[in-house]
């Protein structure tokens, strides 16, 4: 290509048309309803959202905001994890945010001198679904100690968002 108002320069030195990284479409979805639980294996939360790519090239990204509990029954301390799996036109879940079992999307750890810790988190990535079908995004728990310890997600009315977005991956 030319130089234009249109081009950009690339590192070959070659001018060419942008593309890609645009933000194409926006969803949302915010709930109120808590999941709790004692279990070891994942636990799927009521906090999810939906978006159907408009292209297979395109990469979504995916932000969730939730406050998490952990109760400590033990005095032993307890850890929980958080990962996001992903749905393809209702075919199963399979991971995105949570890699291997002995990989965590995140964890917190109260530790021997707390009983009760909330605590806010953010969970942001970019998963390329390589898909136009409807993606369906959703958050999973688990206790990690196995104490009997108690994980919570949500609770007391706390209002909890996940927002999709579609990039052009063009």
């Not at 639980?37 to 395109?58: C, E, M, N």
Request: charged share 15%; proline share 2%.
């Amino acid at each position: 290509g030319t130089a234009s108002s249109s081009t950009f320069l690339r590192g070959d030195n070659a001018w060419a048309a942008p593309g890609g990284g645009k933000i194409l479409q926006v969803t949302q979805r915010e709930t109120t309803s808590a999941t709790a639980t004692t279990s070891t294996s994942l636990v799927a939360t009521d906090q999810y959202a939906a978006i159907t790519p408009s292209a297979t090239s395109s990469n979504v990204i995916i932000m969730m905001n939730f406050r998490m509990h952990v109760q400590d029954s033990s005095g032993s301390g307890t850890t929980c994890a958080m990962g996001i799996k992903r749905d393809i036109d209702g075919g199963g879940y399979s991971d995105v945010y949570l890699p291997l079992d002995s990989e965590y999307g995140h964890w917190i750890n109260d530790g021997n001198h707390e009983r009760s810790h909330h605590a806010r988190f953010t969970l942001t990535c970019l998963d390329a679904p390589n898909t136009t079908g409807v993606c369906t995004y959703k958050l999973y728990i688990r206790q990690m100690t196995g104490s009997g310890d108690t994980i919570n997600h949500g609770g007391s009315n706390t209002e909890m968002s996940t927002i999709l977005m579609e990039v052009d991956g063009s």
